[in-house]
């Protein structure tokens, strides 16, 4: 079984550009989460998308926003990027509507790492 | 309400040595519990999950973790540590949310 997927591994960017990331959930699992990890910061969450709709968001500006896909695959997008965007973005998938712990089981991707200069 | 603490940002062992790294959470319901591995420049990987089946949990690699209710702690231990082992350790917890805390992580260092 194929796990989470991620594109680009590494992307690098400019001031003010916008960055597209990518990513590609497990099979038969309808919930993505997105997650940045800056040096020292640890696991910050950014966004939860399930069947399509985002669900929650975490403490991050307006710029950061994304989509999911009708075939669950999802989105992050980073408009105007600043310095401290720099970071490892890492995408989770879990299989939402399963009962029990498995529902609640997040599968990591290898993540996309973006340099702005 | 939830939230993770782990003790210690770095863990120094050398190879053979038991590894201990400690982790505490609270949590206002039945939590369940992870701890995740990561090497360097790469994902986060699933060792175990506590799902309250049994209290001891066996992971891949050779790690267990034990879930202590009265102590609030899910420490991860490994009898025998190889080189192979030293990465960043994350601990999490879950409970009424799907949007896991995670903890600050430990590094995990393997001298020879």
């Known amino acids: 079984e194929a796990g989470v997927t991620q594109s680009p591994t590494h992307l690098i960017k400019t001031r003010g550009q916008q960055a597209t990331l990518r990513c590609s959930p497990i099979?038969?699992?309808?919930?993505v989460y997105w997650y940045q990890q800056a040096l020292g910061l640890g696991l910050q969450f950014l966004l939860w998308?399930?069947?399509?709709?985002?669900?929650n968001r975490g403490n991050f500006p307006p710029r950061f926003s994304g989509r999911q896909f009708p075939n669950y695959s999802s989105e992050l997008n980073v408009n105007a990027l600043e310095l401290e965007d720099s970071a490892l973005y890492l995408c989770?998938?879990?299989?939402?509507?399963?009962?029990?712990?498995?529902?609640?089981?997040?599968?990591f991707g290898p993540g996309t790492r973006l340099l702005v200069l | 309400a939830q939230s993770v603490t782990q003790l210690g940002s770095h863990v120094s062992v050398s190879e053979g040595a038991l590894v201990l790294l400690r982790c505490n959470y609270s949590?206002?319901?039945?939590?369940?519990l992870f701890w995740y591995v990561q090497y360097p420049n790469q994902g986060l990987q699933l060792l175990l999950k506590?799902?309250?089946?049994?209290?001891l949990v066996k992971g891949i690699n050779g790690f267990e973790a034990e879930f202590k209710k009265s102590e609030t702690s899910f420490h991860l231990t490994k009898p025998s540590a190889h080189m192979s082992d030293a990465a960043e350790y994350f601990c999490?917890?879950?409970?009424?949310?799907?949007?896991?805390?995670f903890g600050r992580g430990t590094s995990l260092i393997v001298h020879p």
């Open positions: 989770a998938s879990s299989p939402r509507g399963t009962s029990g712990s498995e529902g609640k089981t997040q599968y």
């Open positions: 099979s038969g699992h309808t919930s």
């Open positions: 998308y399930d069947e399509g709709e985002e669900r």
């Open positions: 949590s206002s319901v039945p939590p369940y």
């Open positions: 506590y799902t309250s089946a049994a209290t």
């Open positions: 999490a917890v879950t409970g009424g949310s799907y949007i896991p805390t």
